[in-house]
């Protein structure tokens, strides 16, 4: 009878601590959420077969997107098919182009063993391949680079699928005497951080890519300019405002990540005032804007422990200190509030209204990547401007909260990613998606036709661009739904690159979270026992 009590009493704990956890995994906590970053992880990387331009693969999972884009570049005498449109219109540009595949690399270079068990290896790989393909064919000469194709204005006149389109594809490229420094640069770091992801699986596509790379960052680095001032078509749409000091350094913080050369990090050394490395303390990391990025890279080096010559060490350890200035201003622990990320009742880390959910993604990849990178130097704290100190651990739950608003956790309880959960964006401004497939309806639709019989109709888009992450909520966490919202409706290639490695992350924490708990259950039994 004891023993039979006993063994009930048992039960009835593991009951308690079953619905415990199943409360807590309803609430977003507990063993590693309620939300499927596995699903989450799927669908980022599924939104990038429906960004593709070009002569589309037998395996194209997206099957409401077809070849489009199959005479770029033919104007001008070189081959430009392919690469990814940026967002819901039909243009490609080069350097957003190019940070998406840095980052969406970063991502694979960094968490390569969780996306793997994630089952996704195959799809990560074929993502960065279709960017960086057609990032070599843009490099058509050791100092020319081709950086958009198709015209903004004339493009966003005309609401076509990507399929009908007949606006101009006129190619636009930076040389010897149209410098792109910044384009230049980023282009070199796209392809380095892949050189590292192909290392293994391809050899010789590494060695092109990194061949490439170090051709850019010369060509970048000796003929200086933006690229906004070569292609002034580009200055509506993605101007380089921070200039190109930041994408030369990132470009030889890459390089030295994927060579071990010296030479690229005495670079990013001997240039750091000069470029801005060490003078820019920032509160925002994007395609324009990568000092908080680089100085993680360099802060990287640093935490490594010899791999660096030590008269190197006082400039890293001011890399080191601006990384963790942008770190802590996404925890709000900076001295002075104008120092800090601000953030929304609902808990959004909060830049700018357009397109603000760029910023909030970025901040969760570079969040993850640095507490990792606190943990595996051992060292746990950061310091704060003011004598604040912050943890690892509230690097990665502010990361993790993040990625949780994105996903749902937020009060309108709308997921931001398209497609995920039960209430997500259905007018997503995407010109693609909002139009009837060329599958089910290959008839032409004309340019203003588009806008007439598709944009203006109050409807859900007829196919759901899965994976995309839209614009998102004002700083008052509202969000309306229209397809001519484009500030919150529309969604952007590098807004989901950086949360594939946080999706593929926080999936393997909440396995091991899930791992763990059955393990002490099976040995609470085997006490009962």
Same mark, same amino acid.
């Given at each position: 009878?004891?023993?039979?009590m006993?063994?009930?009493?048992?039960?009835?704990?593991?009951?308690?601590?079953?619905?415990?956890?199943?409360?807590?995994?309803?609430?977003?906590?507990?063993?590693?959420?309620?939300?499927?970053?596995?699903?989450?992880?799927?669908?980022?990387?599924?939104?990038?077969?429906?960004?593709?331009?070009?002569?589309?693969?037998?395996?194209?999972?997206?099957?409401?997107?077809?070849?489009?884009?199959?005479?770029?570049?033919?104007?001008?005498?070189?081959?430009?098919?392919?690469?990814?449109?940026?967002?819901?219109?039909?243009?490609?540009?080069?350097?957003?182009?190019?940070?998406?595949?840095?980052?969406?690399?970063?991502?694979?270079?960094?968490?390569?063993?969780?996306?793997?068990? $994630?089952?996704? =290896? +195959?799809?990560? &790989?074929?993502?960065?391949?279709?960017?960086? !393909?057609? %990032?070599?064919?843009a490099?058509? @000469?050791?100092?020319?680079?081709?950086?958009?194709?198709?015209?903004?204005?004339?493009?966003?006149?005309?609401?076509?699928?990507?399929?009908?389109m007949?606006?101009?594809?006129?190619?636009?490229?930076?040389?010897?005497?149209?410098?792109?420094?910044?384009?230049?640069?980023?282009?070199?770091?796209?392809?380095?951080?892949?050189?590292?992801?192909?290392?293994?699986?391809?050899?010789?596509?590494?060695?092109?890519?990194?061949?490439?790379?170090?051709?850019?960052?010369?060509?970048?680095?000796?003929?200086?300019?933006?690229?906004?001032?070569?292609?002034?078509?580009?200055?509506?749409?993605?101007?380089?405002?921070?200039?190109?000091?930041?994408?030369?350094?990132?470009?030889?913080?890459?390089?030295?990540? $994927?060579?071990? =050369? +010296?030479?690229? &990090?005495?670079?990013?050394v001997?240039?750091? !005032?000069? %470029?801005?490395?060490?003078?820019? @303390?920032?509160?925002?990391?994007?395609?324009?804007?990568?000092?908080?990025?680089?100085?993680?890279?360099?802060?990287?080096?640093?935490?490594?422990?010899?791999?660096?010559?030590?008269?190197?060490?006082?400039?890293?350890?001011?890399?080191?200190?601006?990384?963790?200035?942008?770190?802590?201003?996404?925890?709000?622990?900076?001295?002075?509030?104008?120092?800090?990320?601000?953030?929304?009742?609902?808990?959004?880390?909060?830049?700018?209204?357009?397109?603000?959910?760029?910023?909030?993604?970025?901040?969760?990849?570079?969040?993850?990547?640095?507490?990792?990178y606190?943990?595996?130097?051992?060292?746990?704290?950061?310091?704060?401007?003011?004598?604040?100190?912050?943890?690892?651990?509230?690097?990665?739950?502010?990361?993790?909260?993040?990625?949780?608003?994105?996903?749902?956790?937020?009060?309108?309880?709308?997921?931001?990613?398209v497609?995920?959960?039960?209430?997500?964006?259905?007018?997503?401004h995407?010109?693609?998606?909002?139009?009837?497939?060329?599958?089910?309806d290959?008839?032409?639709?004309?340019?203003?036709?588009?806008?007439?019989?598709?944009?203006?109709?109050?409807?859900?888009?007829?196919?759901?661009v899965?994976?995309?992450?839209?614009?998102?909520?004002?700083?008052?966490?509202?969000?309306?739904?229209?397809?001519?919202?484009?500030?919150?409706?529309?969604?952007?290639?590098?807004?989901?690159?950086?949360?594939?490695?946080?999706?593929?992350?926080?999936?393997?924490q909440?396995?091991?979270?899930?791992?763990?708990?059955?393990?002490?259950?099976?040995?609470?039994i085997?006490?009962?026992?």
């Open positions: 009878m004891a023993a039979a006993t063994m009930c009493a048992a039960v009835a704990v593991l009951l308690v601590l079953t619905s415990t956890m199943a409360a807590a995994a309803g609430d977003g906590d507990g063993d590693g959420g309620g939300f499927d970053y596995k699903k989450a992880l799927h669908s980022g990387l599924l939104y990038f077969e429906a960004q593709r331009s070009g002569h589309l693969p037998y395996n194209q999972r997206v099957r409401w997107r077809g070849h489009s884009g199959l005479a770029d570049g033919l104007q001008q005498g070189v081959d430009l098919v392919g690469g990814y449109y940026d967002a819901g219109d039909n243009v490609k540009f080069g350097l957003p182009m190019a940070f998406t595949m840095t980052m969406l690399s970063w991502a694979a270079a960094e968490f390569w063993d969780e996306i793997a068990a $994630a089952g996704e =290896r +195959r799809h990560v &790989l074929e993502a960065i391949k279709w960017g960086t !393909d057609y %990032l070599v064919k490099h058509t @000469a050791a100092d020319e680079l081709w950086a958009e194709v198709g015209d903004g204005d004339t493009d966003h006149y005309c609401w076509q699928r990507p399929e009908d007949t606006t101009s594809r006129q190619a636009y490229k930076v040389d010897r005497d149209n410098p792109g420094s910044d384009v230049a640069g980023e282009t070199a770091a796209a392809l380095a951080a892949a050189s590292i992801v192909f290392r293994r699986s391809n050899p010789r596509y590494s060695r092109l890519l990194l061949r490439h790379a170090e051709q850019l960052f010369d060509f970048g680095d000796r003929y200086r300019g933006k690229y906004d001032s070569s292609i002034g078509e580009v200055r509506a749409y993605y101007a380089s405002v921070s200039g190109y000091g930041d994408e030369l350094l990132w470009a030889a913080l890459w390089l030295h990540r $994927a060579t071990g =050369r +010296r030479g690229y &990090l005495d670079y990013a001997a240039m750091a !005032d000069e %470029l801005g490395g060490v003078g820019w @303390a920032v509160t925002e990391f994007s395609w324009d804007v990568k000092y908080a990025g680089l100085q993680i890279l360099a802060a990287k080096v640093l935490m490594d422990g010899g791999d660096h010559p030590a008269a190197h060490a006082a400039t890293l350890e001011q890399y080191r200190s601006k990384a963790e200035h942008y770190l802590c201003a996404c925890l709000g622990k900076n001295a002075a509030a104008g120092d800090n990320v601000n953030r929304t009742a609902g808990g959004m880390l909060f830049v700018r209204r357009w397109n603000n959910m760029q910023y909030v993604t970025n901040a969760a990849f570079l969040l993850t990547v640095y507490s990792r606190l943990r595996d130097s051992g060292g746990d704290t950061i310091r704060c401007s003011g004598g604040a100190m912050a943890t690892g651990d509230e690097l990665a739950a502010m990361a993790r909260a993040q990625a949780d608003y994105v996903l749902g956790d937020n009060p309108a309880g709308v997921s931001y990613m497609g995920y959960g039960r209430r997500f964006p259905r007018r997503v995407h010109r693609g998606a909002s139009m009837v497939s060329h599958r089910a290959g008839r032409f639709v004309g340019c203003v036709q588009g806008y007439d019989r598709w944009f203006r109709r109050g409807g859900a888009n007829p196919n759901v899965a994976g995309a992450i839209v614009g998102g909520p004002d700083d008052r966490d509202r969000f309306r739904d229209s397809r001519d919202n484009y500030m919150q409706t529309e969604a952007c290639t590098y807004n989901t690159a950086p949360m594939v490695g946080v999706f593929a992350h926080l999936h393997a909440k396995m091991a979270a899930r791992t763990a708990n059955n393990n002490a259950d099976r040995s609470m085997k006490r009962v026992d």
